[in-house]
């Protein structure tokens, strides 16, 4: 009977830092103190958002970004879900608004990769991501 109670603990606590990691982002900011440049650049680094949704159409992830004022933003990939199936739409609205408040750079992360090499079928979906 113990085994099961704590199995069950632990289960709601998996569950419960799924939903926080899938519907929470975090801000970090860093300072570049290696480099005596005149213009200072505020950079933002998006990375691992798997098509996920923070709010309404992203609306609280691009508020966050807008609030930031960056002159660039830069994504390490894994914007999208490797699989053929996984709608893209959502990625891309981001990606679109994200362009309207600066200029907007990605690399592909593993999951982009897998569907660029992956068959014709990943590779139009990544095609029409690209694009």
């Known amino acids: ?3 099961i109670l704590i199995a069950a603990v632990a289960a709601v606590f998996m569950i419960l830092e ?6 929470t ?22 990375s691992d958002l798997h098509n996920c949704t923070y709010g309404k159409d992203n609306e609280k992830l691009l ?11 830069l994504s390490s ?7 053929s199936k996984a709608p893209t739409e959502t ?4 990606l679109t ?3 309207k408040i600066a200029p907007v750079y990605c690399a592909n992360g593993n999951h982009e990769q897998r ?9 139009a979906v990544y095609a029409d991501y690209k694009e």
């Not at 982002?25 to 998006?46: G, P, Q």
């Not at 508020?63 to 933003?73: G, H, Q, T, Y």
């Open 18 to 23: 799924i939903y926080r990691e899938t519907h």
């Open 63 to 73: 508020k966050a970004v807008r609030d930031e004022s960056p002159d660039l933003i």
């Open 77 to 83: 990939g894994d914007i999208l879900i490797g699989n």
């Open 25 to 46: 982002f975090k801000v970090t900011r860093y300072t570049d103190k290696l480099k005596k440049s005149t213009a200072e650049k505020k950079v933002i680094f998006i």
């Open 115 to 123: 569907l660029k090499e992956g068959n014709a079928q990943c590779s």
């Open 1 to 3: 009977m113990r085994i």
């Open 91 to 94: 990625a891309e609205r981001f």
């Open 97 to 99: 608004e994200a362009c």
